[in-house]
C-alpha cells in the first residue's frame, strides 16, 4: 500500500483528521488553535474540570499518593482513599462496592471533606 498516495487522497476529498491545541483549560467554552470555540464534545458534564476546589482537591490528592494509578487492587493493595469512600456504602448496601481509579477517589473525598456539601449514606445534603 502506498501510504503517501492514501494520505494524499484522504486530504484531497477533506478526510483527513488533524490533531488540534488546545489552549485553555476544559470548559464550554475553550481556545483551540488560538480560536475561541464552544465545546460540545467535552465530557465535563458537570463542569467540575476546571472547579477550584476540584483543583485544590487533585493537587492535595498528588501531593499525599502521587500520579500514578498503580495496578489492580489485589496485586498492589487497596488504598486507603478506596476504603474510606467505599465503607458507608458498603454497609448501606451490604456487599462490596466496584471501584473507581485511585485519583477519582482522592479527589472525591477531598472535595466533600473541604466543601459544605456532605455525604450522608447515599445522597447528598448541603
Do not use: W
Not at 57 to 69: C, D, L, M, N, R
Not at 80 to 101: C, I, T
Amino acid at each position: 500500500m502506498n501510504f503517501s498516495k492514501k494520505i494524499s487522497e484522504l486530504e484531497n476529498n477533506h478526510l483527513l483528521r488533524s490533531r488540534r491545541v488546545s489552549n485553555s483549560p476544559q470548559t464550554t467554552r475553550m481556545v483551540i488553535d488560538g480560536s475561541e470555540v464552544v465545546n460540545f464534545c467535552s465530557n465535563d458534564y458537570l463542569s467540575l474540570a476546571s472547579h477550584p476546589k476540584v483543583k485544590e482537591a487533585f493537587i492535595k490528592g498528588v501531593e499525599k499518593y502521587g500520579s500514578g494509578s498503580g495496578a489492580s487492587h489485589l496485586v498492589s493493595g487497596h488504598s486507603e482513599s478506596h476504603k474510606l469512600l467505599e465503607e458507608p456504602y458498603q454497609n448501606l448496601l451490604g456487599k462490596r462496592m466496584l471501584s473507581y481509579s485511585h485519583l477519582d477517589i482522592v479527589l472525591i473525598l477531598e472535595f466533600f471533606q473541604r466543601s459544605e456539601t456532605k455525604l450522608s449514606g447515599h445522597y447528598k445534603t448541603s
